[in-house]
């Protein structure tokens, strides 16, 4: 059973087609990627899904609700929202304020939906909040302060920012980009526990094929708006279309 689906999405900027036509599906708790070469479509597609873009044409199916062309602020209450929102650090706040003021809002802005469901406790607050920060790996330096954090723990604490709005898919944007290798490393580690211990749903744009080979169960490729390719790692890096839409016929 999907979480979210798109049927024949397709966007169009006057006579350009950025997204053409594009069916996928992300299942509860995998992983899937989107990729492609520049100007594939990648943006426009998740900016169609998230409202932040009306589709000319097609629809978006978010946990069995038709939200297309929905404001961002209407999808919220489907919990789409949530997964999509821009995490912004504090940077004068410790990093554990930063996850319990981000636990808050989640509770605050579910309040009139989850009107029986009892969070309604800064100790729950506080619970999530110690539990997020431990997924990431950041429970020893919950103290400090964020603004003071290195690079890659920066991007670590906005993951664990948008866990704690426990939202039901997880974006991620490029979660490596301008990260060292060592980052890029734990990073991917991360991942893979947020997958394992909390069997987290996932969509990431990345365009380092190493990681997407590493943690996708699913990869969608998207070449010049068009689907040319939606398949487990094996099938998509034995495709001839994406190896030349990529790489103008080298092997992955
Ligand atoms: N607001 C817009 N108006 C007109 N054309 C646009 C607009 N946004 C995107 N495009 C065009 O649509 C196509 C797809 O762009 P998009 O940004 O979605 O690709 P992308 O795969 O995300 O690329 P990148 O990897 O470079 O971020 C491109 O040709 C781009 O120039």
Known sequence: MSLLETRDLRK???GLTAVDDVTFQVDRGETRAVIGPNGAGKS?????????????????HFDDQDITGMEPHVAVQTGISKSFQTASI???????????????AAEHGSFQLNF????GS????HRI???????????????????SLPYGDKRRLEIAIALASEPEMLFMDEPTAGMSPEETNSTVDLIEELQDDLGLTIL???????IIFRI???ILVLNRGRVIADGTPEEVRDNEDVQEAYLGGVEL
């Open 122 to 125: 800064f100790e729950g607050v």
């Open 216 to 218: 996708a169960d699913r």
């Open 116 to 119: 029986f469901r009892d969070r």
């Open 44 to 60: 426009t597609l998740i900016n169609c899904i998230t409202g932040m873009l009306k589709p000319t044409a097609g629809s978006v």
């Open 90 to 104: 504090f940077p004068n706040m410790t990093v554990k304020e930063n996850v319990e003021i981000a636990a808050l």
């Open 12 to 14: 169009q900027f006057g």
């Open 204 to 210: 990431i744009v990345e365009h380092d094929m190493e």
């Open 129 to 147: 909040s110690e539990r997020m920060l431990d997924a990431v790996g950041l429970l020893k330096h919950r103290d400090q302060t964020a603004g």
